[in-house]
């Protein structure tokens, strides 16, 4: 898949203004990676038919809460809203976070959701 339409699911997925301070904040150093995410994470993997994007940010909450990505948890808490997902959802996933990750982890990523939604709702 093209550039282009990575780029044009990633704004659908993480919003116009996360993107645009993103390629802001895209230097020369950082301009191949930034391209390299764009083509794979949004253009080939947020678009193959089988999971739906509620499903695919379902996923990804609980891949940031297993490896302690907590700066992207509160990108993907944001999306996820955006993909359809409930506040009840998110809770959801997160208490199974508990679980299958660790109390602390999802310790965390309650204190990161509960701020992002405050803000978001706010």
């Known amino acids: 898949m093209s550039h282009e339409d990575g780029m044009r699911v990633r704004r659908e997925v993480l919003g116009d203004a996360h993107v645009d301070r993103a390629q802001a904040a895209t230097t020369e150093f950082t301009a191949d990676f930034q391209d390299l995410i764009t083509r794979y994470a949004w253009g080939e993997i947020w678009t193959r038919p089988g999971l739906d994007r509620k499903t695919r940010s379902c ?6 809460v297993a490896c302690g990505h907590m700066e992207e948890l509160a990108m993907h808490v944001r999306a996820a809203r955006r993909n359809g997902l409930t506040t009840g959802e998110i809770k959801e996933v997160l ?12 310790n965390a990523a ?3 959701a509960q701020r992002v939604l405050a803000q978001d709702d706010g």
């Open 59 to 64: 996923v990804t909450l609980t891949a940031l």
């Open 110 to 112: 309650f204190a990161v």
């Open 95 to 106: 208490l199974q976070t508990a679980i299958y990750c660790g109390v602390p982890a999802a």
